[in-house]
């Protein structure tokens, strides 16, 4: 624990100093917030400094396809209540970005760490965390992140005999098949309301029956795990059978869903779920996503949605028609340069609300609209889309880099 001998080498302290000099220096420039640059500089100074930085800390390892920076945030908040924190807040999630986060921090009892899901092995090898949490495994980025399974076997093979704690969604095959490889899970019945990656057996290739909310395969018996948490509508259930009201300023099921993993999480740590829940209250947006931010007279919400299993959590959070919605989409090297997962997405869910488009890849949206049979108006950037909507709400959704530019755009 924090109170220990300081673990930092004299090599260690200058790849550290060097990190925040090159960091601030980025920041002056204006090039953003210099943690990536940064943390690279650091471990050219000294490759083991990630392993270094983390070995006084109780790292948890937060990992997913979608819902990775809130429920590192939720997680965090609980945690605070038992010690001070530090944490990747801002979603640097690569190993350069999480050394930066870690280097800011010498008191920190816990460290609470998103991690992009290609480097959670060789993260989890780096910082031997106490705790795990696998919340789900979907399409995206195909150009660079093809084929789900692969990483689902990526992770088994990294976590085989982990001595972490895993967290873990009961209702996702593709995560259940990952953390199988681990001797202590605690499963957690999340849900999983994008299934598209889930039909066939992850461990043998059969098709998965799905009768209900259970799920199985037909051929060789693997199936979802009994699990001991659980999200049950605006509840937690954890494994006594005790039901905590979950206390919410971030909308819908899905961050429901984050809450329920993230109070198993912090029970891990002794943090009960009537404390970590209140706690998570707090949170009212995650790096921009959820703000409501004034705009040329009117209210737009700030939505990120980066794929598939994205895209159908925010459509369920929108409000109603006529609100109108407008969606952007890029295809920069953050994003992936597919766009091919557009047609994956059930845009017959905005029916009714009228639709502006906008983004790099606005032609290829637009495309995919007219197929769904949508109402849209293609515009060339997010002034005109808003001149053109009514005073009031405006659901504005955006990819990764799309989302971005939206928020150096409105100041936010």
């Known amino acids: 624990m924090s109170g220990n001998s300081d673990p930092l080498t004299p090599r260690a302290k200058l790849a550290v100093t060097a990190g925040k000099a090159v960091a601030a220096a980025s920041r002056a420039a204006g090039r953003g917030s210099g943690s990536v640059i940064g943390g690279r500089v650091a471990l050219k100074l000294d490759p083991d400094l990630l392993a270094r930085l983390a070995q006084n800390l109780d790292v948890i390892l937060v990992s997913a396809t979608n819902g990775k920076t809130t429920t590192t945030r939720l997680i965090a908040e609980a945690l ?16 350069a970005g999480i050394t930066s986060a870690l280097a800011g921090s010498s008191d920190a009892r816990y460290g609470v760490i998103e991690v992009d899901e290609k480097y959670l092995a060789g993260v989890a090898r ?20 093809a084929e789900t399974r692969m990483l689902a076997e990526n992770w088994r093979e990294g976590l085989a005999g982990s001595k972490a704690v895993i967290v873990a969604n009961a209702d996702d095959p593709l995560v259940v098949w990952a953390a199988s490889s681990s001797p202590n899970v605690i499963w ?17 290739g059969g098709v998965m029956q799905r009768p209900g909310d259970d799920w199985f395969c037909g051929e ?6 009994t699990p001991s948490w659980a999200l049950s509508g605006d509840h937690v259930l954890d494994p006594h059978g005790s039901a905590w009201p979950i206390h919410l300023q971030l909308p819908g099921r899905a961050n429901k869903a984050n809450a329920a993993s993230s109070a198993a999480v912090a029970a891990v740590f002794g943090v009960p779920p009537q404390v970590a829940l209140e706690r998570m209250y707090q949170v009212q947006a995650v790096a921009g996503r959820y703000d409501v931010v004034q705009f040329q007279g009117r209210d737009l919400r700030l939505l990120l949605a ?7 959590e925010t459509f369920s959070l929108i409000d109603p028609p006529p609100t109108p919605v407008i969606l952007s989409v890029n295809a920069r090297g953050a994003d992936g340069t597919d766009t091919s997962w557009l047609w994956d997405v059930d845009y017959t869910r905005l029916t009714g609300h009228p639709i502006c488009v906008i983004g790099d890849r606005r032609l290829d949206l637009a495309v995919r609209l007219e197929v769904a049979n949508q109402h849209f108006q293609v515009y060339d950037n997010l002034d005109q889309a808003v001149q ?19 928020r150096r755009r409105v100041g936010n």
């Open 80 to 95: 605070r209540a038992a010690g001070p924190v530090v944490s990747n807040a801002l979603g640097a999630n690569m190993p």
């Open 126 to 145: 780096d910082t031997a965390p106490k705790c795990i949490a696998l919340l789900n495994l979907s399409r995206d980025q195909l150009d660079r992140a």
């Open 188 to 204: 957690v019945a999340a849900g999983q309301m994008w299934k598209d990656d889930a039909w066939s057996c992850p461990s043998c």
């Open 220 to 225: 060789c018996g693997f199936r979802r795990p």
């Open 306 to 312: 980066k794929n598939p299993a994205g895209w159908l």
């Open 388 to 406: 053109m909507c009514p005073p009031g709400r405006i659901e504005v959704i955006a990819n990764y880099t799309a989302f971005q530019d939206l």
